[in-house]
Structures are given as C-alpha cells and as structure tokens.
C-alpha cells in the first residue's frame, strides 16, 4: 500500500519521457506506484499537485513534487543511490546528454511520430500539441518535413553507434560510458524507444545500420524490476495533503538576479508556449528551485523544478 514514502510517478504508458523513468526504476530496482494521468489538458488532480505545470512525467513522494525528468533522474539518483547510474567520473557527462536526447534529438523524433502518423492522431491530441508548443500540426506541414526530419533521425542514431564502437576499442563499450548501464544510456533509449513504438519500419531500418546500438538497445530493454501499484489521482492527492515535505534549509547562494527565499517568483519551461507556475521561494541553486505556496496547488507542498531549460522571474505584488 503506498504511504509518504512511496514514488509515485504521474504518467501515460506511451509518454517517452514517462519511460525514462520507468528504465530507471527497473534499472535501480526500485518499488514504485503509479498514476495514470491524461495525455492532454485537462488533467484535473495533477494540477493541485503541480500548480498548473502541465507536462508528463512528474514524480510524486508524499508532499514533495518534482518536475522534469531532468530533476526527477537526479533526485532519485541522490536519494536512492543503491545500483547507482551515475558512476564515478560520470558527473554532470549525463546531464549534457540529456540536453541533446530531450531537445535537439526529441524534436526530431516528436516530428517523425506525429509526421507519419498525422491522419490517424486524435483532433484532441493535434489541437492540445498545438496550443502547448505554438507550433504549426497541419497535416501539410508535417508531412512535408517528415523526410528531412528522418534523415536527421538517423544522422543522431549514428552518434550512438560511433559511441559504442569508440567504447569498445578502450575494453568497455557494452554501455554508453563504461561496463555499467548508467544515466546516459537511460536518457539515449527514450528516442529510439519512441520511434520504434509508433513509426516501427523506419526504426528498424536504421537499427540494422547501427548493429551496435540495436544490440545495445535490446539488452537495456530487458531490465525488469518491479511492477507499479496503480493508484488513482485522488489517492495520491491524499497523500500529498496529509504527508509534509523534507525539511529543507530556506537558501539561496549568489543568485544572478538576486532571488532570496520568501520571495514570490513564477518559474516556466523555456520551450513551451509559457506555463508559468507562482509560488514562494523556498530554496534556489544553480541546478534546483523550490517553491512553497504555489497557486492553485496544495498550500503545504515543496514543488520543486530544475533551471536548465527553466525562465525565472520575480513576481511584484
Ligand atoms: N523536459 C520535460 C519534457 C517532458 C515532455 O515533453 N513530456 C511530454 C510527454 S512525453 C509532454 O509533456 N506532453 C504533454 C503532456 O503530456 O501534457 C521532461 O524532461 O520531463
């Protein structure tokens, strides 16, 4: 039975970045219960937890939310640092990797999914995508660049495999950084897990170029772990109300724009038509921000959110 301690992810089966995740907890063996939430807005019991950030995946433990698979890796990493991903001299390498498999390279495979299968997506889906990144997902426009962007797609995919050929010349290429799997290959399988889902020959193909990677992604794929609890959204509202978050030193170093805890500031994902959460600031570092009394969400939880990719601004009264 999950209680303030469990990890709850708030997710969708097919949601990429849900999946990163879920590698990493089968890759830590780490028990966890999950909450299925909607593809698309409206998504009624995540926004009290949240305060209107919107995207999937967002990680639960009791009063404490956290935002981003950016910072969700990180803060279970820290937390729960048994079978560790992030080996010794690996420090801050998977971060930069991450910026490349979650923009550059997610653009391109978002455009792939959505390209080739754009007559058979949900109008719900297309009008939510567009209202979300302000983007043009007219059938037109995303057929016409479905072409490039494979070629893109599959300029990235050879990446990988450089990787692993160079790895293994130095005695130790079975992973992307080394004898273990680790962060890096956790943030490198979402792309071509996504791909392989909804655009099956076109993945394929470019697998049987890339052998190494195509062994490479099918023996990370085999990572069991635990099967979830499912929870529903209003059992974890639950917890959220009646667990308080970890303590947490009101702190803020040499902020660039002076930010000091108290303050009430509004924080966005900078690659998004603006969703701009408000709250109190509770502690701020240069990878991590936590708020406190955030609009529209539970008054007592700690929301927190990572600031690569992140705006920030100071809200007046
Ligand atoms: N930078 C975010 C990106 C997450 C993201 O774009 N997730 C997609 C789903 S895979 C999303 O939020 N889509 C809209 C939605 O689920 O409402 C992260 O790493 O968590």
Redesign the pocket.
Known sequence: MASAQSIILHQYEG????EKVRLALRLKNLAWSKVDIP???PKPDLMPLTGGY????VLQIGADIYC???LILRHLEARFPDNALVTAGQEGTHCMISSWT?KQWFQTSVGIVFGANIDRLPDALKKDREA?TGRDFSPEGMKARLPMLKDQWRAQLSWLEERLEAGRGAGSGQWLFGAHPGMSDVHAHMNIWFVLKNVPDFAKTCLQETPRVQDWFDRISESKGQEPETLTGEEALKLAREASPRLLAASAGTEPQGLRPGERIAIT?DDMVPNWVTGELVSAHPNKLTLYKVDGAIETLHIHFPRA?YLVKRVED
Request: charged fraction near 20%.
């Open positions: 949601s990429p970045f849900a593809p698309v807005m919107r995207r999937t995946p981003d698979t950016a979650d979300m994902p990719g």
